[in-house]
């Protein structure tokens, strides 16, 4: 009889650096993906490394491809996701024409990235604290999903994406293929 093996645990999907994407003058002029900063280095990243610190911002994938929640259910729209770094809210703001206001605790504000729309111009301010709810006068601001879970019960990867490997995670067809 064959012998079962063991099942093993979920091994949690980390940035890869060796092979995430290219970018910038010495790439072709390459972009990077949706969500993606561009480094100094000319690789793609989705985090402070890529977005917090100087970077080849001409280079960045669409951030001004972004959604504003609905005040009533803060969520984001299908096909977007929150935005969970200052760096990529001071991006998305400077990519949508906004000031970017800063980061801090302001407990009666929506968490993450937001548009404060109370004062004489909108403002992007990056919210620490944990809220989910918006206000009257602040909406959460949406990155378009560049990642997806897969079907747990059939695999599948969403409209747009294809898999990308073991660990059940999807990514755009256009990103795998070079475009973007």
């Given at each position: 009889?064959?012998?079962?093996?063991?099942?093993?645990?979920p091994?949690?999907?980390?940035?890869?650096?060796?092979?995430?994407?290219?970018?910038?003058?010495?790439?072709?002029?390459a972009k990077?993906?949706?969500?993606?900063?561009?480094?100094q280095a000319?690789?793609?990243?989705?985090?402070?490394?890529?977005?917090?610190?100087?970077?080849?911002?001409?280079?960045?994938?669409?951030?001004?491809?972004?959604?504003?929640s609905?005040?009533?259910?803060?969520?984001?729209?299908?096909?977007?996701?929150?935005?969970?770094?200052a760096?990529k809210?001071?991006?998305?703001?400077?990519?949508?024409?906004?000031?970017?206001?800063?980061e801090?605790?302001?407990?009666?504000?929506?968490s993450?990235?937001h548009?404060?729309?109370?004062?004489?111009?909108?403002?992007?301010?990056?919210?620490?604290?944990?809220?989910p709810?918006?206000?009257?006068?602040?909406q959460?601001?949406?990155?378009?999903?560049d990642?997806a879970?897969?079907?747990t019960?059939?695999?599948?990867c969403?409209?747009?994406?294809q898999?990308?490997g073991?660990?059940?995670r999807c990514r755009?067809?256009?990103?795998?293929?070079g475009?973007?």
């Amino acid at each position: 009889t064959p012998t079962e093996l063991p099942t093993l645990p979920p091994v949690p999907f980390q940035w890869d650096e060796a092979l995430a994407a290219r970018c910038g003058p010495d790439h072709n002029g390459a972009k990077c993906a949706a969500g993606r900063c561009c480094s100094q280095a000319g690789v793609c990243g989705p985090t402070a490394p890529y977005c917090d610190v100087p970077h080849l911002d001409q280079y960045d994938g669409a951030f001004n491809q972004f959604s504003l929640s609905d005040p009533e259910a803060p969520q984001c729209n299908t096909g977007f996701q929150r935005i969970r770094s200052a760096g990529k809210c001071k991006a998305a703001a400077e990519k949508m024409g906004q000031p970017f206001g800063g980061e801090g605790k302001w407990p009666l504000e929506p968490s993450g990235c937001h548009l404060y729309l109370g004062g004489k111009a909108p403002v992007a301010y990056f919210n620490d604290t944990v809220r989910p709810a918006s206000n009257g006068h602040s909406q959460m601001l949406c990155v378009e999903t560049d990642y997806a879970a897969s079907n747990t019960e059939t695999t599948d990867c969403s409209a747009g994406f294809q898999r990308i490997g073991w660990e059940g995670r999807c990514r755009h067809a256009g990103e795998e293929n070079g475009r973007h």
